[in-house]
């Protein structure tokens, strides 16, 4: 038996199961919550194609702010499975869209784990010249 599920549903649940993770965390006691997000995800308007999955996004990284855990939101360009570099730029919001090797912001979401780096902050990483754990902690 096959099980197919429309694409909004998809995204349904991946808001709640966000949501869940959120209240998880906070329930547990957790001194920190790193998720990752998507660049578009302030301005799900940006793109009619993921309009719902930024809409999503948005949504989740709103509740998580509002939960009152400590927190890091990740977004990260369009990915791509290039080697990892090591290296990229940093900004609350990037005025370009560009990309980003998934290996890259796996280490990114790494570097941002410890409580005091990046606490309580969003922000935008593309691929670019800045090791990455001195672009964290800059």
Not at 28 to 39: D, N, P
Not at 58 to 87: C, F, M, W
Not at 104 to 113: C, G, K, P, S
Request: zero cysteines; a neutral charge.
């Amino acid at each position: 038996r096959r099980i197919i599920m429309k694409k909004k549903d998809i995204i349904s649940k991946v808001l709640a199961t966000a949501k869940k993770l959120t209240d998880a965390a906070k329930s547990s006691g957790a001194s920190k919550f790193v998720m990752l997000s998507s660049m578009g995800a302030d301005d799900p308007s940006v793109s009619e194609d993921l309009h719902e999955y930024l809409k999503a996004k948005q949504n989740a990284d709103e509740h998580l702010r509002s939960s009152g855990i400590n927190y890091t939101i990740v977004r990260p360009g369009s990915l791509n499975n290039k080697d990892a570099s090591g290296k990229i730029k940093l900004e609350e919001k990037f005025s370009e869209m560009g990309e980003i090797s998934r290996a890259d912001v796996a280490r990114t979401l790494v570097a941002v784990l410890e409580d005091d780096v990046r606490s309580n902050q969003t922000f935008e990483i593309l691929s670019g010249d800045t090791e990455i754990n001195n672009a964290v902690k800059a």
